[in-house]
């Protein structure tokens, strides 16, 4: 029988065997550095993350390549960190940051109780990292519930935005006509399929988390796609009572101001960090109502996550493909 060297990873890290989660083409487990292990990354604890990326399951490794050049590029503390690659023949190993505090949404339903002043903290640390994102002239372009993670389970945990599969760094000459992202976070100019150069994609998505943050449920919620992107063009959503009812004058304002179908008239996040709401005047009033619906719409988000992914992604792609022959 050969013998095979080690591979370098577990030279310098014990991988367990537990997975922390899965997806099309790679593993998530956690890892821990060995003692003694020579050469850490700055900023580095001695628990991580260890994404396995199986390069035979991935249709274009040019597409890891941009995920990786985009992470090395952030360095922000509400931004989930890069710390080191192992590239070998038949895997490619992201060592991370390792978060434990669970999704957004878990943590607002499970919390014991929720306010304006909760929803507008989490805003302001999701546009800080936006900020940061947009000046270095990145876009997120997939910004959802489940890539909005926290650190920590303690209470004063910050909030992480993760997967950057989908981002793109915006050069001068070109414009992203990718149809990319989910369905109900997705920004009408995405849909028109005209091209978008800026950071308003993710406002736009900031502004759908935003209004589920404030009453529980999504402003576009067809369930036929086609329904579903007629709402979004024509950005039509409204306040339905009882559940915006006790919701501030300024909150509803700040989402009227992200859900805007010309991107150019759109918040930046710049621009939200710098609204009272945001920075400290957010009513402390209970938002009970908007927990209560949240924990239903995050039971069933999950188990539609679960059936529709996929059928979703190629209905989208059909349907932008029939857009396309129309103009």
């Not at 990873?9 to 899965?22: C, F, P, T």
């Not at 890891?64 to 931004?79: A, C, G, S, T």
Request: proline share 5%; with cysteine.
């Amino acid at each position: 029988m050969g013998v095979f060297s080690k591979s370098q990873i577990e030279k310098k890290y014990v991988i367990d065997k537990k997975e922390l989660g899965s997806g099309n083409f790679a593993v998530v487990k956690r890892a821990t550095l060995k003692p003694g292990a020579k050469d850490v990354p700055a900023g580095m604890r001695s628990e991580c993350a260890v994404k396995i990326i199986d390069k035979a399951k991935v249709e274009d490794m040019n597409d890891i390549q941009r995920e990786i050049e985009v992470m090395e590029q952030l360095k922000h503390d509400n931004v989930i960190k890069l710390f080191e690659i192992f590239d070998e023949p038949k895997k490619m190993m992201l060592v991370m940051e390792l978060v434990t505090g669970g999704e957004l949404f878990d943590r607002i339903v499970s919390k014991g109780s929720y306010t304006e002043a909760d929803a507008a903290g989490v805003l302001l640390q999701l546009c800080d990292a936006l900020n940061y994102m947009h000046e270095k002239k990145i876009v997120h372009r997939d910004l959802k519930p489940e890539n909005i993670l926290y650190s920590t389970a303690d209470e004063d945990s910050p909030i992480k935005v993760a997967d950057f599969g989908l981002a793109r760094v915006i050069s001068s000459k070109e414009m992203m006509k990718t149809a990319c992202g989910t369905p109900g976070y997705v920004a009408p100019e995405v849909l028109k399929n005209k091209g978008y150069d800026s950071g308003a994609v993710d406002m736009w998505s900031t502004g759908v988390i935003l209004y589920i943050l404030l009453c529980g449920f999504p402003p576009f919620y067809e369930e036929e796609l086609p329904a579903l992107f007629e709402q979004i063009l024509h950005a039509r959503y409204d306040f339905p009572s009882p559940w915006w009812d006790n919701v501030s004058p300024e909150a509803k304002s700040l989402v009227k101001g992200l859900l805007t179908i010309d991107p150019v008239k759109r918040l930046t996040a710049a621009q939200v960090m710098a609204l009272p709401w945001v920075s400290g005047s957010a009513p402390t009033a209970d938002l009970s109502g908007a927990q209560a619906a949240m924990k239903k719409y995050n039971a069933t988000r999950k188990l539609k996550k679960a059936a529709l992914g996929l059928m979703a992604k190629h209905r989208m792609a059909k349907l932008m493909e029939a857009g396309r022959a129309q103009q």
